[in-house]
């Protein structure tokens, strides 16, 4: 089995900042992309930022120069810094990862993890 699992400060005020986390655990042979993706009320989930295994970034449009994703391979975790926050940034953020496990070792699957809510308030 794999989890993934995301922590992180709810609220924050329109310009303000949150780091949102996500650690991957279980039976994991190796990560490849980690990536977060956030879906408001009413609307489909998009990709927010993806970050591959070496450290190439992606980023949404929207969220560029604001948000920054990094990586600890040895922890198995993903972060998202969030700066200049606005209230469009309000949505359920969820990380996202495609995992090689031990016992489907020629497998890339897609793990996801719960959701956390994120509000910020103008």
């Known amino acids: 089995q794999v989890r993934l699992v995301e922590s992180g400060e709810p609220l924050a005020q329109a310009g303000g900042s949150l780091r949102l986390s996500c650690v991957a655990s279980?039976?994991?042979?190796?990560?490849?992309?980690m990536a977060w993706y956030r879906q408001a009320p009413g609307k489909q989930r998009d990709l927010v930022a993806l970050?591959?295994?070496?450290?190439?970034?992606n980023y949404a449009d929207s969220v560029k120069g604001r948000f920054t994703i990094v990586r600890d391979n040895a922890k198995n975790t993903v972060y998202l810094q969030m700066n200049s926050l606005k209230p469009e940034d309000t949505a359920v953020y969820y990380c996202?990862?495609?995992?090689?496990?031990?016992?489907?070792?020629?497998?890339?699957?897609?793990?996801w993890g719960q959701g956390t809510q994120v509000t910020v308030s103008s």
């Open positions: 279980g039976s994991i042979a190796s990560i490849n992309d």
């Open positions: 996202n990862a495609k995992i090689r496990t031990w016992y489907r070792i020629r497998d890339l699957d897609d793990y």
């Open positions: 970050i591959t295994r070496g450290g190439n970034t």
